[in-house]
């Protein structure tokens, strides 16, 4: 075989092995399906955190007595700090670890403020619903509706940051147990701060114990990370174990 024919052949091949270039309408029609995509993944899992944060706010004004007698002093009673709608909240954040395990951060992000979005409405809702039989009692006041609000959202996206900066070396736990005390640590120090500054309380107090209970949920929440690392693997382009 002459020199010309293998030329011939090799630019035969390399021409073969070229890709075929997509059109703008080929592109379009991708980019809308992907779009449709992520759209509905994210109101998928924001339909998985809005009912943790609905109930949240609808119980948040309910206290636990349930452990008030293993402590002595009054002032310390977790019923004067723990409520069931924190303690609900609590377990937001373990969820949307979860969530940027297997998609990433930014779409754990966006998960999460579709998710606010909609048990804001769904609250609003059921307060204009319930507005003729309330009392101005039975509402909490603007400055502890701000402080929870703004140190929960604050302190999940606190934990999908942490998480996504910590993932993919070192020990299983690493990232997941540093992510959430992260968010907790963010999430006690600006509600606590927020809503009880210069008060007659023992506010610090509460806020180290209601952060040794998230610490507390963190650690119990490690077996069930461990048990769906599997089934929860990483998309593409996101790392991590």
């Not at 004067?80 to 373990?94: E, K, Q, T, Y």
């Not at 509706?145 to 299983?172: E, H, L």
């Not at 968010?183 to 927020?194: D, E, K, N, P, S």
Request: net charge positive; glycine share 8%.
């Amino acid at each position: 075989m002459t020199g010309p024919e293998i030329t011939m052949e090799i630019s035969a091949a390399v021409e073969q092995r070229r890709p075929v270039r997509e059109t703008p309408a080929q592109r379009l029609a991708r980019d809308f399906a992907n779009f449709v995509k992520g759209f509905f993944r994210m109101l998928a899992l924001a339909g998985l955190l809005a009912p943790v944060l609905l109930f949240s706010f609808l119980t948040v004004d309910l206290p636990v007595r349930g452990f008030d007698r293993l402590f002595d002093l009054p002032a310390l009673k977790p019923s004067n700090w723990l409520s069931v709608g924190g303690f609900i909240m609590a377990w937001g954040a373990p969820l949307v670890v979860l969530f940027a395990r297997r998609f990433g951060g930014d779409e754990a992000s966006r998960a999460v403020t579709a998710a606010w979005g909609v048990a804001a409405v769904a609250t609003f809702a059921e307060l204009s619903y319930l507005a003729p039989v309330l009392e101005t009692s039975d509402f909490p006041s603007v400055r502890f509706v701000v402080a929870f609000v703004a140190s929960a959202m604050i302190g999940q996206y606190m934990a999908i940051g942490v998480y996504d900066v910590t993932r993919g070396g070192g020990k299983w736990w690493r990232a997941p147990l540093i992510a959430l005390l992260s968010g907790y640590a963010a999430h006690a120090l600006i509600y606590y701060i927020v809503a009880y500054w210069k008060a007659a309380a023992p506010w610090f107090n509460w806020m180290i114990s209601d952060f040794a209970v998230k610490a507390a949920c963190a650690v119990a929440f490690l077996p069930v990370y461990r048990f769906l690392q599997k089934a929860l693997r990483p998309t593409g382009g996101y790392g991590g174990r």
